[in-house]
């Protein structure tokens, strides 16, 4: 059975940083992009980042300069570093995984990030 796996969250203060991971099996990880999406209260679920299996990345504009996604393929893991957190970065973040190859689309379970002072 797929499973992703997100840890890292928690309670952030203003300007502070968190680094996420999701830790995945049962899929061959390199041939999957990659990504996180979060979700606030009240709102649709938005992309924040994408890395392919070659590590082409894309960012939300929002979070561009201040997040940086990467991925390791020998620990089929993906990593969203995120610095400068502001409190409109407060969401569920979800990791993703998205079959280059066939149908294969993956959710995590989520993980709460809250940046408040």
């Known amino acids: 059975q797929v499973q992703l796996v997100e840890s890292g969250g928690g309670l952030v203060q203003p300007g502070g940083s968190l680094r996420l991971s999701c830790a995945t099996s049962?899929?061959?990880?390199?041939?999957?992009?990659m990504g996180w999406y979060r979700q606030a209260p009240g709102k649709q679920r938005e992309l924040v980042a994408v890395i392919s299996s070659g590590g082409s990345t894309n960012y939300a504009d929002s979070v561009k300069g201040r997040f940086s996604i990467s991925r390791d393929n020998t620990k089929n893991t993906l990593y969203l570093q995120m610095n400068s957190l502001k409190s409109e970065d407060t969401a569920v973040y979800y990791c993703?995984?998205?079959?280059?190859?066939?149908?294969?689309?993956?959710w995590g379970q989520g993980t709460q990030v809250t940046v408040s002072s």
């Open positions: 049962k899929i061959i990880f390199n041939t999957y992009t």
């Open positions: 993703n995984a998205k079959s280059e190859w066939s149908r294969g689309d993956y």
